[in-house]
Nanobody, 124 residues
Framework: QVQLVESGGDSVQSGGSVKLSCVAS????????MGWFRQAPGQGRGLVGG???????NYIASVKGRFTISRDNGKNTVYLQMNGLEPEDTAMYYC??????????????????WGQGTQVTVSS
């Protein structure tokens, strides 16, 4: 069956770094665009950024320059490297997959598969 399993969530201090991983199984990873989303306490889930099947990435403005998304098709894994973390980055982080062709920006409503999430907490 289809699975997306995130890992790497942690509690860090402001300015710290965390690298999240999301391992996919049960579908052809290389033909799917991948997105990272997050949900802070009391807020809705929103996009962090995405990577298409050719490795092109996009990010929301608040994380651009701090976060990096990459993928390893040989390992069926997408990564989210987060540097310069701020308390506002505290959230549950989810990865999601959308079969290509994909739109220019990952949209929650178009994603086909979701992981269960991993928690990142940033303290000041």
């Amino acid at each position: 069956q289809v699975q997306l399993v995130e890992s790497g969530g942690d509690s860090v201090q402001s300015g710290g770094s965390v690298k999240l991983s999301c391992v996919a199984s049960g579908f052809t990873f290389s033909t799917h665009c991948m997105g990272w989303f997050r949900q802070a306490p009391g807020q809705g889930r929103g996009l962090v950024g995405g990577i298409d099947i050719d490795g092109r990435t996009n990010y929301i403005a608040s994380v651009k320059g701090r976060f990096t998304i990459s993928r390893d098709n040989g390992k069926n894994t997408v990564y989210l490297q987060m540097n310069g973390l701020e308390p506002e980055d505290t959230a549950m982080y989810y990865c999601a997959a959308e079969k290509a062709p994909c739109g220019p920006i990952a949209l929650e409503v178009t994603m086909d598969y979701w992981g269960q999430g991993t928690q990142v907490t940033v303290s000041s």
